[in-house]
């Protein structure tokens, strides 16, 4: 169970890697009004894990890593295809990024990805994940 002081973000979409973002998007619009916002750099890395879900994990662990270091706040992620096999997985991560000090912040800035009840899974309906973010 969530602690009072966390956040769940969940979201769905066709694919895996449009599901990573939409989570991004979803983490990103519970803390700031990026209505107005404007792109002051696009920023492109790769991630690794073992599963899909830790890629998740990955993705929003850099989202939340930007903020802190860069004062960025991706206002859209595009995951790239999903690449592996059984020994591993990884993807390439496009985002274009807004300043923080120039964004309204409405909501509890999360500081750490959970792994507690992480779920990233899909089906002929599509992709659904969910993730829990420490705020």
Do not use: N, Q
Not at 27 to 50: I, K
Not at 63 to 78: Q, S
Not at 109 to 133: E, I, Q
């Amino acid at each position: 169970m969530p602690h009072t002081a966390d956040l769940r973000v969940e979201a769905w979409a066709e694919t895996a890697e449009r599901c990573i973002a939409e989570a991004v998007r979803a983490a990103v619009e519970s803390f700031a009004d990026v209505s107005g916002a404007v792109t002051v750099a696009e920023r492109a890395f790769e991630v690794t894990a073992a599963t899909d879900e830790d890629l998740l994990v990955s993705v929003l662990d850099e989202a939340v890593y930007r903020l802190d270091a860069d004062g960025e706040i991706p206002l859209e992620t595009v995951v790239g295809p999903i690449r592996g096999g059984e020994g591993g997985r990884a993807a390439t991560v496009r985002c274009r990024m807004a300043d923080a000090s120039r964004t309204p912040l409405i909501g509890a800035v999360p500081k750490a990805v959970s792994l507690h009840d992480l779920r990233l899974r899909g089906d002929s309906g599509g992709w659904a994940c969910a993730v829990t973010l420490d705020v």
